[in-house]
T-cell receptor, first 112, second 114 residues
Framework: KQEVTQIPAALSVPEGENLVLNCSFT??????LQWFRQDPGKGLTSLLLIQSSQREQTSGRLNASLDKSSGRSTLYIAASQPGDSATYLC???????????FGKGTSLLVTP | DAGVIQSPRHEVTEMGQEVTLRCKPI?????LFWYRQTMMRGLELLIYFNNNVPIDDSGMPEDRFSAKMPNASFSTLKIQPSEPRDSAVYFCASSQGARMETQYFGPGTRLLVL
């Protein structure tokens, strides 16, 4: 069974810092990997989707990388802002089946 | 587009009562997913529909849970009878395809069973 782990569980940084969130998965037979953002009391918003054949995706200040062979992905946030404060979730889609397997998330707090 | 719409946003009920959660997916999306989120277990897929047909219901915890999608614009998740351990946030998500495409999540229904 696919296990998705996110480290750290919580992170607090001052505004302006660059930061990296980590995601690891146990089964490298994935179809794609997604990073989501969840604000308190809200649903999930997709940030980046990386197909298994891709190495990275970028959107604005966000960059996500994927190393399928080692079962790792990172989400890099440049020049963090207080508005980036949220929980970030990593999810992998298996080669067979449809269930996205989610990590438990990293709770990020960016202080002014 | 209004995005994925879920109702109610909050539900408080007593153990043994029937609970019905509702979802309207984004127009044109042919895949619909029901998820449950708890602190202990995180986000888990309950059931997946494609073109209104249930494809994978292996995540449905037990017979007390049932889901329907009578048409492309409406789905329900029913719990009967409800139990305190069903307390969670239930999300509905939709996408244009099952796997290639991004899933768009609704705001969720926060369920508390007393």
């Amino acid at each position: 069974k696919q296990e998705v782990t996110q480290i750290p569980a919580a992170l607090s940084v001052p505004e302006g810092e660059n930061l990296v969130l980590n995601c690891s998965f146990t089964d490298s037979a994935i179809y794609n990997l997604q990073w989501f953002r969840q604000d308190p009391g809200k649903g999930l918003t997709s940030l980046l989707l990386i197909q298994s054949s891709q190495r990275e995706q970028t959107s604005g200040r966000l960059n996500a990388s994927l190393d399928k062979s080692s079962g790792r992905s990172t989400l890099y946030i440049a020049a963090s802002q207080p508005g980036d404060s949220a929980t970030y979730l990593c999810a992998v889609s298996p080669n067979s089946g449809y269930a996205l397997n989610f990590g438990k998330g990293t709770s990020l707090l960016v202080t002014p | 587009d209004a995005g994925v719409i879920q109702s109610p946003r909050h539900e408080v009920t007593e153990m043994g009562q029937e609970v019905t959660l509702r979802c309207k997916p984004i127009s044109g999306h042919n895949s619909l997913f029901w998820y449950r989120q708890t602190m202990m277990r995180g986000l888990e897929l309950l059931i997946y529909f494609n073109n209104n047909v249930p494809i994978d219901d292996s995540g449905m915890p037990e017979d007390r849970f049932s889901a329907k999608m009578p048409n492309a614009s409406f789905s329900t998740l029913k719990i009967q009878p409800s139990e305190p351990r069903d307390s969670a946030v239930y999300f509905c998500a939709s996408s244009q395809g099952a796997r290639m495409e991004t899933q768009y999540f609704g705001p969720g229904t926060r369920l508390l069973v007393l």
